[in-house]
Structures are given as structure tokens and as C-alpha cells.
């Protein structure tokens, strides 16, 4: 507990005790990748950094209520400021759907080497107790038997793998995506500039 207190006392708080993550910019582009100058704010991806900047903080701070502050040599417009705000909600959610799309394709995966693994089984068990106990096996018999019981259990394995290593992960950076998206942005200037 001592960590997590030591972590967010990095972070400036507001009266309410919500956690403030601090972005700094000159200008309002800054904030966006720039590979298309042309587009509006509302359709452009956010800086890569900037993006996962926001990501690590949020991870970092836990379930702390939160704002996000972005401080610019000038306050933008009020219009301004409100596509910002829609851009970053639209984004996060966005990469919110991939992450989603990106489980329920390991979901997918996971039951069909489950149930791969389950019919492989189904078979080795079957064809094992089909051989007459008292009539020699042959070689290749055993080692189909054998063979097809150690396929199985690897599926199965494999299935339970999915589930422990890429699942959880997947579902707390979807959960992440969505705080970031819900999160309120206010603006202000920096110190010490007047415009």
C-alpha cells in the first residue's frame, strides 16, 4: 500500500481528491500525430506518445478517480476545446473496439483448441480402449494412442493459456481505454504566459 501511495503523490490533486495527469503542449497540433495535416482535430489519431503516455498513467494510478489537464501556451476556444474533448473520447474508444474485436478473437481461439483438444482426447481414449487387451499392440498403434493423448492435452493446455495470459490482460486495457475516454479534460494556460 505504501508503493501505491508513493505512485500518487507524483501526481498534483484536486480539492476533491481526484488525481490530475498533467499534459503539456505548446500548441493544440502537438497533441496529434501530424502525418495529415489537412484533417480536423475530430478525425485525427492522437500523438503515439501522447496516447500511451495517458495509458500508463491511468494503469499507474489504479481505480483513483482522475482528470486529465492539458496546459497550452494559449487556452483554445471553448469550440476548440470541446472537439479536443471528442477527439480523445473517440479515440480511446476506438482503440477500446480493437481491444474488444482483439478478445473475442482470442475467446475464438481458445475454445477451438478446447474443443480440438476435447475430440483428440475423445478419440485417443476410444481408439485405446477399442484394442483387444489380450492380442499384442502393435508399435504404431501405441505410439498413435500415445500420440494423439499428448496432442490433446497440449490443445487443452493451450485453450487454458489463452484464457490465463492474454484474457485478463486484454480486459483490464479495455477497461482502461474506457476510463480514459469517460474522463473529464479541462484546459489552461502555462504560468507566467499572458495571451
Wanted: glycine content about 4%.
Amino acid at each position: 500500500m505504501a508503493m501505491k501511495k508513493d505512485i500518487l503523490e507524483r501526481y498534483d490533486r484536486l480539492d476533491d481528491g481526484r488525481v490530475v495527469i498533467d499534459v503539456y503542449a505548446s500548441k493544440v497540433e502537438e497533441l496529434y500525430e501530424d502525418f495529415d495535416k489537412q484533417a480536423p482535430f475530430h478525425r485525427k489519431d492522437l500523438d503515439e506518445e501522447l496516447a500511451a503516455y495517458l495509458f500508463d498513467c491511468v494503469r499507474e494510478i489504479g481505480r483513483v478517480d482522475f482528470i486529465i489537464r492539458i496546459t497550452l501556451d494559449a487556452v483554445p476556444s471553448a469550440e476548440l476545446q470541446e472537439r479536443i474533448r471528442t477527439s480523445l473520447k473517440k479515440f480511446f474508444i476506438y482503440q477500446r473496439g480493437l481491444e474488444s474485436a482483439s478478445m473475442q478473437q482470442l475467446l475464438r481461439k481458445s475454445l477451438l483448441f478446447f474443443l480440438s483438444g476435447m475430440a483428440l482426447l475423445f478419440f485417443s481414449l476410444w481408439f485405446g480402449g477399442s484394442m483387444i487387451p489380450e492380442v499384442r499392440q502393435l508399435v504404431y498403434e501405441r505410439v498413435l494412442v500415445e500420440g494423439v493423448t499428448i496432442a490433446s492435452w497440449v490443445s487443452i493446455w493451450e485453450s487454458l493459456s489463452i484464457l490465463m495470459f492474454n484474457w485478463w490482460p486484454a480486459r483490464l486495457r479495455i477497461r482502461l481505454n474506457s476510463r480514459i475516454a469517460d474522463a473529464e479534460v479541462q484546459f489552461q494556460s502555462h504560468p507566467g504566459i499572458r495571451r
